[in-house]
C-alpha cells in the first residue's frame, strides 16, 4: 500500500518495481491512498492491480476539481488532529475521515492475504486496525532513527504487533532488532531491487554531473549547490543537472542565482527517463542529510556511473565501496564534497574505473536477486501462518488433530 501511487518518487518506483517482479508468481495488487494524477508515472506490468482508495489529492483536493479548492467541510476536518494511531505520521497528522474510512474499509474487506504498507502511518494503522487474518508487514523506506520522538515511539510500541518489519540496510535492521527486542515481530533486510539498464553504460566523458530525488529538506540540494559553486571556480565547463520536484524548487533556483551558478547548474524538473539521462552523465552526487537506501543512487551505479555521496544515516556506505566505486565523503561536509567532485573530474582513469566497478557492485542488488529474497520471506510467513490457523481449527485438548487438515490453499495475494 502506497501513499500516492500516483505520483514520482522513489518508494513509489521501487515499490512497482518490486510488483512487476512479483506478479510472475503471485495475485498482486498496489492500493494508493491519493491520486494526484489519471495515470500512475512509472509503467506498471498489465497483471498488478492498481487500485486508487480515493480520488484525492495529497492536497485534500478532489481530482476532478481545481487544487487548493476544498469544500468548506473538507477545509474544517482538515484543521481537527487526527484521533487515530497514525496521526503521529506528519502525512497524517490532520484528520481526513473519509480518507480512513477508505483504508479501513480496504482493510477489512481484504481477504486472506499479505498486507505490505510502505510508509508508518499506513503501518499504525495496519497494527492497530487490520484484521488478524492477514498477514501484516510494515517496509521502512526511510530509517528509524531519522523519525520524530513521538513517531518513533509509536513505531516501536505498534509494530510489535505485525508479523515482519522489512528494512533497507543492515544498520537499521539492527536499530529495529533493539527496539523490538521480545517481540514475535521479524526483522527482515531486503534492499530496493533494481530492474536491468534499458539503455547501456555511461561513457563518462561527458562534463555533466547529475543528482535527483525530491526537492526537500532531506535531500540537501543546497548542499550541493553550495558545493558546486568552487567546483565551477576550477572547471566552468562542467554542469550539474538536478532532477525532481518539491517545495523547495523555488528556494533551490534563489540559491542558484545568489551564487552566479544560472548557466552551469539546472533544475531540470521531473522526469521518467532518468536511465536514458544516466548515460549522458560522468559523476553522480547523493547530498542528502538522511537517506533509507537511495534507489537513484542504485540506478546510477547500475549505469556505469560512479558516485560521490555524503556518508549519511544510511544506505551509501552499505551499497558503494569507498575509492572502488564512488568516494564517501562526511556527512553534510560541503568543502569535502566539492574537493571529492573536483577529484573524480580531474582523474577520468579514476572515473572509469570506478565507473566498471559501480556497476560490478550493483549487481547485488539486481530486481532477480532481490525478488528471490521477497519470494523466501513471503513462503515463510505464510506457511507460518498457515500452520498456526490450523493449529488453532484443528486443535484438541489432547493436542491431536480432532479433524483433517485442510487442503492447502494457493499462495495469498500481495497487497502493496
Not at 495475485?27 to 491520486?35: G, M, Q, T
Not at 523490538?180 to 534492499?191: K, N, S
Not at 533556483?253 to 552566479?260: F, P, W
Request: with cysteine.
Amino acid at each position: 500500500m502506497l501513499f500516492a501511487a500516483y505520483s514520482p518518487g522513489g518508494t513509489t518506483r521501487s515499490i512497482f518495481n518490486q510488483a512487476n517482479a512479483l506478479c510472475a508468481e503471485h495475485d498482486v495488487e498496489i492500493a494508493s491512498v491519493y491520486r494526484n494524477r489519471e495515470a500512475p508515472w512509472f509503467v506498471v506490468d498489465p497483471r498488478v492491480r492498481l487500485i486508487p482508495l480515493t480520488d484525492l489529492r495529497t492536497d485534500g483536493t478532489h481530482l476532478n476539481r481545481p487544487e487548493n479548492t476544498r469544500s468548506r467541510w473538507a477545509r474544517k476536518l482538515a484543521r481537527v488532529p487526527n484521533p487515530l494511531p497514525h496521526r503521529h505520521d506528519r502525512a497524517f497528522r490532520r484528520w481526513r475521515p473519509v480518507v480512513d474510512l477508505k483504508l479501513l474499509r480496504y482493510f477489512r474487506t481484504a481477504e486472506d492475504a499479505i498486507l505490505l504498507t510502505t510508509r508508518p502511518g499506513l503501518s499504525l494503522l495496519s497494527a492497530y486496525l487490520a484484521p488478524p487474518r492477514l498477514v501484516r508487514l510494515a517496509q521502512d523506506h526511510r530509517n528509524l532513527t531519522s523519525y520524530e520522538p513521538a513517531l518513533r515511539k509509536a513505531i516501536v510500541r505498534a509494530y510489535r504487533r505485525l508479523d515482519a518489519v522489512v528494512v533497507l540496510t543492515e544498520q537499521d535492521r539492527m536499530a529495529y532488532s533493539q527496539a523490538l527486542e521480545g517481540a514475535d515481530t521479524r526483522v527482515v533486510c531486503i534492499p530496493n531491487g533494481v530492474p536491468a539498464s534499458r539503455t547501456g553504460r555511461a561513457a563518462l566523458d561527458a562534463k555533466v554531473i547529475i543528482a535527483a530525488g525530491r526537492l526537500e529538506h532531506s535531500k540537501g540540494f543546497d548542499l550541493l549547490l553550495d558545493a558546486f559553486h568552487p567546483v565551477v571556480a576550477k572547471h566552468p565547463e562542467w554542469q550539474l543537472w538536478i532532477f525532481g520536484g518539491g517545495p523547495l524548487r523555488g528556494d533551490l533556483a534563489a540559491q542558484i542565482n545568489r551564487l552566479g551558478l544560472t548557466r552551469h547548474a539546472h533544475l531540470k524538473g521531473i522526469t521518467d527517463h532518468l536511465d536514458e539521462l544516466f548515460t549522458a552523465a560522468s559523476i553522480f552526487v547523493l547530498s542528502s542529510r538522511y537517506e533509507g537506501l537511495p534507489m537513484v543512487m542504485l540506478e546510477a551505479m547500475a549505469a556505469g556511473v560512479p558516485v560521490v555521496a555524503f556518508d549519511c544515516p544510511t544506505g551509501p556506505a552499505q551499497v558503494l565501496t569507498h575509492r572502488r566505486s564512488g568516494l564517501l565523503v562526511a556527512a553534510q561536509d560541503v568543502p569535502g564534497l566539492a574537493a571529492n567532485i573536483c577529484e573524480l573530474i580531474e582523474d577520468l582513469a579514476t572515473r572509469k574505473a570506478m565507473g566498471v566497478a559501480a556497476h560490478l557492485e550493483s549487481e547485488r542488488f539486481s530486481i532477480t536477486t532481490v525478488c528471490r529474497q521477497w519470494e523466501d520471506l513471503l513462503a515463510d510467513l505464510t506457511s507460518h501462518r498457515q500452520a498456526r490457523s490450523q493449529d488453532r481449527r484443528c486443535g484438541s485438548p489432547d493436542g491431536r488433530s480432532s479433524r483433517p487438515p485442510p487442503p492447502r490453499r494457493s499462495d495469498p495475494p500481495v497487497l502493496l
